[in-house]
């Protein structure tokens, strides 16, 4: 396989895990390469797996449609995310999410049932694997619960508040531009669009923030 070892390093699974090492982990691992469309379903809900998926290049979003079709957007993964490794960990678990190409999609999967377990070859790099593993999950369970502070506010404009000021101390900066259109901020923040496009008008003219199109500015007040 001819990959990027410097994403294969941000997705955090292989920290400590020499290329040589990673490469002959691959074959335990049943590893293989797929490309994805735009658009196209990477994970579908109700999928059982066994593999995680670490998106190698382009950007997916991790999401759940209810009964009616209300889409709710959980997580946006760029380069060096890994997805579904805790259902891939369990095995017999179906999906409660789905996980769709934002963008051309480049995606490395690992069999994590083979990492679980001591393989035939005696490697011994499985043991970091796992180490880095609950790593991942953990720090993804912070991002998730980020994601509940936000949408457990009462009104829009508090959630929107909420996700900005995240954003900035994320970005270290009061400019920021973040990885939504307006729709998808919108299913982020489980809001409807229109209100969400009117609160923002009003934050706007009331000199709380600035926008233009996904490129926000927090405004100090004075």
Not at 118 to 144: G, P
Request: with cysteine; aromatic share 10%.
């Amino acid at each position: 396989m001819d990959l990027d070892y410097r994403i294969l390093y941000r997705s955090g699974l292989f920290g400590g895990i020499t290329e040589t090492e990673i490469a002959a982990m691959f074959d335990c691992l049943h590893a293989r390469e797929e490309h994805y469309r735009k658009g196209e379903f990477i994970y579908y809900e109700g999928d059982v797996i066994q593999e995680a998926g670490i998106l190698m290049s382009g950007t997916a979003h991790v999401m759940q449609d209810d009964f009616w079709g209300n889409r709710n957007i959980i997580y946006v993964m760029k380069a060096g995310d890994v997805f579904g490794e805790v259902y891939a960990c369990l095995g017999n678990e179906k999906l409660q999410t789905s996980v769709s190409a934002e963008s051309d999609c480049h995606v490395l999967f690992i069999n994590l049932q083979k990492a679980m377990h001591v393989c035939k070859n005696t490697c011994i790099f499985h043991q970091r694997l796992i180490e880095n593993l609950v790593y991942s999950v953990a720090k993804k369970n912070l991002n998730l619960t980020a994601k509940m502070q936000h949408t457990s506010r009462r009104s829009i404009r508090e959630k929107v508040l909420s996700y900005l000021s995240e954003e900035s101390r994320r970005n270290a900066n009061s400019t920021f531009v973040i990885p939504f259109t307006r729709q998808q901020m919108a299913d982020f923040l489980a809001v409807d669009r229109s209100a969400l496009s009117k609160e923002l008008a009003k934050m706007k003219q009331e000199g709380l923030i600035e926008y233009e199109k996904n490129r926000f500015r927090l405004i100090t007040r004075q």
